[in-house]
């Protein structure tokens, strides 16, 4: 059964980078079915995608972070990562990392991570 | 981008109740749509994909419904392990979007 381990510093200074890796185990993440995806969940609300990398290393990122956004794929490793720069206190949240699989009907995603927090504080 | 509405945003209900939760796009997604649960400090988990097709594992008494901008998600005979919180999100286009959720309760 394929797993996702989110890792990565849990405290983050204002205007520095956010930086967290997804280990996968379980499969390869060099796979022409899956995409991998970052999301995230501020504290007391809901989720919010932001971005995803196939195996090949292109990469979708929600418009608003797109600019401080850069998620790579390490399949050497077997993982993927996300950056994210000039972070503040709004970028505060349980980080997770996920798994779809592609199909003409739709992503899904069938396989998340524990998720990780990040507080962005001085 | 495409933004979801879910309704309503929290609902208080008894165990063996049936629930309905709906989920509305600000556009015709098809059938784009997946259902998911999530439980305090949990990852979330898939329930229904493409609108409609359990997803491996999910109990029958979880069903999906609806196509182009309007679906559901109706629950069968709550269980104890059913409350929690359920989010509609949207693949039908980039950036993928989620509903705000709806938690449901114990009455």
């Known amino acids: 059964q394929l797993q996702l381990q989110e890792s990565g510093p849990g405290l983050v200074k204002p205007s520095e980078t956010l930086s967290l890796r997804c280990s996968v185990s379980g499969g390869s993440l060099r796979s022409r079915s899956y995409y991998w995806h970052w999301i995230r969940q501020p504290p007391g609300k809901g989720l919010e995608w932001i971005g995803s990398?196939?195996?090949?290393?292109?990469?979708y990122h929600m418009s608003s972070l797109k600019s401080r956004v850069t998620i790579s794929v390490d399949t050497s490793n077997n993982q993927f990562s996300l950056k994210l720069n000039s972070v503040t206190a709004a970028d505060t949240a349980v980080y997770y990392c996920?798994?779809?699989?592609?199909?003409?009907?739709?992503?899904?995603?069938?396989?998340w991570g524990q998720g990780t927090m990040v507080t962005v504080s001085s | 981008d495409i933004q979801m509405t879910q309704s309503p945003s929290s609902l208080s209900a008894s165990l063996g109740d049936r629930v309905t939760i709906t989920c509305r796009a600000s556009?015709?997604?098809?059938?784009?749509l997946n259902w998911y649960q999530q439980k305090p400090g949990k990852a979330p988990k898939l329930l229904i994909f493409t609108a409609s097709s359990l997803h491996g594992g999910v109990p029958s008494r979880f069903s999906g419904s609806g196509s182009g901008a309007d679906f559901t998600l109706t629950i069968n005979s709550l269980q104890t392990e059913d409350f929690a919180t359920y989010y509609c999100q949207q693949t039908y286009s980039t950036p993928y979007t989620f509903g705000q959720g709806t938690k449901l309760e114990i009455k």
């Open positions: 556009q015709s997604i098809s059938t784009y």
């Open positions: 990398s196939y195996y090949s290393g292109s990469a």
């Open positions: 996920a798994r779809s699989v592609v199909r003409t009907s739709g992503d899904a995603f069938d396989i």
